[in-house]
C-alpha cells in the first residue's frame, strides 16, 4: 500500500474534522450567543456558547471508545469512512438550523444535539488517520509521516478561520452568511470519502489479524500497558487545555474583551495557522533525529516561559503584536508538542490495541480539559474583573505539568510497530 496514498486520505480526513470543530469554535466567540441564546446578558450569552463548544468534547470520548474498539476489531479504514461522514453531515446541518428568534429553546436544544453528533464521530478521525499513516510508514521517517496528520488539523483551522473572516465581511453575515462555512463542509467530505475509498487496509493491522485480534482491546490495553496509557492520558490533559485558550478564548477576549475589530484575532489565526502547518512537519523530522522527548520538551518548555509574555503583547492592543503572540502560542508550543505526541502515542501501543489506547489517551482528555478550557477562561476572566493574569497562570501551570510527565515516558524512535513496548523506568536523562 502506498504510504503517499495513505497520507492523502488521512490528511484530508484531520482536515475535515478541525475545519469542522474550528468553525464551530469560531462561531460560538462570535455568533452563536447571538443567534441561539438569549438576549439580555451578553456575558451569559458567551458562557452558554462555550458551553455548547464544550458539549462536543464530551461527545468525543464517547465515539472514541465505539468507533476505537471496531477499528481495532474490523479494520482502520472502515471506520475512518464512517467518521469522516458524520462529522461533515452535523456540521452541515448545523448550518441549517432555525434560530432562537424563530423557535425559542427549540434552536439551543438542536444545536447541542449537532454538537453531540459532530464530537461523537471526531472521537476517532484525528486517532484513526495518525494509526493509519504510522502503520503504512517506514520507521526512520515515523516522525515526519506521523506528523502529516497533524499538519492537516492546522490546515482544518486555517481553511475555518479564511472562510469565516471573508463571510463576517460580508453585511448578511449575522443574518445568513454566518451558515455558508457549515454548508461547504459537505464538500470536503466528497472529496474525503473518494480518497478514502481507495486506499487498503493498514498491514500491519493485517499483520495482526493473522496473529489474532483482541476481543476487547480498550480492556487489553489497560491490562496490559497501564503505566505507557496513564502516561498518555496525563500528558495530553494540559495540551489540550493550552491548544483551546489560544484557538478559540484569546480570539473571544481580543474582540469581547479588547474591542478590537473580530478581524485582528481571526488574522492572528490564520497566520498563526500557516506558521503550524510549515513547522509541525519539521517539528516531526526532528523527532527523527533526536527523539521524541526532546521537541515535547521544547514546546513544554516554551509554553510555560512564553505564557504571560502572551498576554501582555495582545493586551498591547496593537494588531501587529496581537498576532504575534497568538502566533508563537500556536507555532512554537502547540505545533512542537502535537509533531512529537503524534509518533510518541503510535509506538507506546501495540497494534492489537494501538486504535484505541490513542482514543482514549487523547479524547477523555480533550473532554476533561480542552473542551471546558475556553468556558473556564472565559469565568476566570469574569471572576478577577476582566484581568487575564488567571489565564496566563493556568496555561504556565499546563505547560510545566507536561514537561514533568514527559519525563516519564519512554523514548521510542525507530521502534517497529509490531514489536512490544518495554515497560521502562522513569526516564530522566
Known amino acids: 500500500m502506498s504510504s503517499t ?3 492523502k486520505a488521512a490528511v484530508i480526513g484531520s482536515v475535515i474534522e478541525f475545519y ?3 468553525l464551530f469554535g469560531l462561531a460560538a466567540a462570535l455568533i452563536f450567543n447571538d443567534q441561539f441564546f438569549p ?10 456558547a462555550f458551553a ?3 458539549v462536543g468534547f464530551f461527545a468525543r470520548p464517547v465515539g472514541g471508545f465505539v468507533f476505537s474498539h471496531f477499528g481495532d476489531r474490523v479494520g482502520r479504514k472502515q471506520m475512518l469512512v464512517i467518521t469522516l461522514m458524520l ?5 452541515a446541518g448545523i448550518g441549517l438550523l432555525p ?5 425559542g429553546m427549540l434552536a439551543p436544544a438542536l444545536l447541542v444535539l449537532l454538537r453531540i453528533a459532530q464530537g461523537f464521530g471526531a472521537g476517532a ?3 484513526g488517520a495518525l494509526v493509519m499513516v504510522s502503520e503504512a510508514g517506514d520507521a526512520r521517517r515515523r516522525g515526519l509521516w506521523a506528523s502529516l496528520p497533524g499538519a492537516g488539523i492546522f490546515t482544518g483551522i486555517l481553511l475555518a478561520t479564511l472562510v469565516f473572516t471573508g463571510v463576517s465581511a460580508l453585511p448578511w453575515f449575522e443574518t445568513w452568511a454566518w451558515r455558508v462555512p457549515f454548508l461547504l463542509s459537505l464538500a470536503g467530505v466528497g472529496a474525503g470519502l473518494f480518497f478514502r475509498f481507495r486506499v487498503e487496509e493498514s498491514q500491519v493491522f493485517e499483520r495482526a489479524r493473522i496473529r489474532g ?4 482491546p480498550v480492556l487489553e490495553v489497560f491490562k496490559k500497558q497501564p503505566r505507557h496509557l496513564l502516561i498518555a492520558f496525563l500528558a495530553n490533559v494540559p495540551n489540550a487545555a493550552i491548544a483551546y485558550i489560544i484557538q478559540v478564548f484569546v480570539l473571544s477576549y481580543v474582540t469581547r474583551t479588547l474591542g478590537l475589530p473580530a478581524t485582528t484575532g481571526l488574522v492572528a489565526n490564520v497566520v498563526a495557522s500557516l506558521a503550524a502547518i510549515v513547522v509541525t512537519p519539521l517539528f516531526g523530522a526532528l523527532t527523527d533525529r533526536v527523539g521524541r522527548r526532546p521537541v515535547w520538551f521544547g514546546g513544554a518548555a516554551f509554553m510555560t516561559v512564553f505564557a504571560f509574555p502572551m498576554f501582555w503583547l495582545v493586551e498591547t492592543e496593537r494588531p501587529v503584536l496581537v498576532i504575534l503572540a497568538v502566533t508563537l502560542g500556536q507555532s512554537l508550543g502547540i505545533a512542537s508538542m502535537f509533531a512529537a505526541q503524534a509518533s510518541l502515542y503510535a509506538e507506546l501501543f501495540e497494534t492489537r490495541y494501538r486504535y484505541s489506547g490513542i482514543a482514549i489517551a487523547r479524547e477523555w482528555t480533550a473532554a476533561l480539559s480542552g473542551g471546558p478550557a475556553p468556558f473556564v477562561a472565559a469565568a476566570l476572566l469574569a471572576g478577577s474583573g476582566g484581568r487575564s493574569w488567571p489565564i496566563a497562570l493556568l496555561l504556565m501551570i499546563c505547560g510545566a505539568v507536561s514537561f514533568v510527565v514527559i519525563l516519564f515516558a519512554p523514548e521510542t524512535r525507530r521502534k517497529e510497530l509490531d514489536e512490544p513496548v518495554r515497560v521502562a523506568e522513569p526516564a530522566l536523562k
Open 125 to 127: 478521525e484525528y486517532v
Open 39 to 48: 438576549a439580555g446578558s451578553p456575558v451569559a450569552g458567551t458562557l452558554g
Open 52 to 54: 455548547t463548544f464544550a
Open 20 to 22: 469542522d470543530f474550528t
Open 99 to 103: 434560530t432562537y428568534d424563530s423557535v
Open 87 to 91: 462529522m461533515g453531515l452535523s456540521t
Open 213 to 216: 485480534l483482541s476481543r476487547f
Open 5 to 7: 496514498r495513505v497520507t
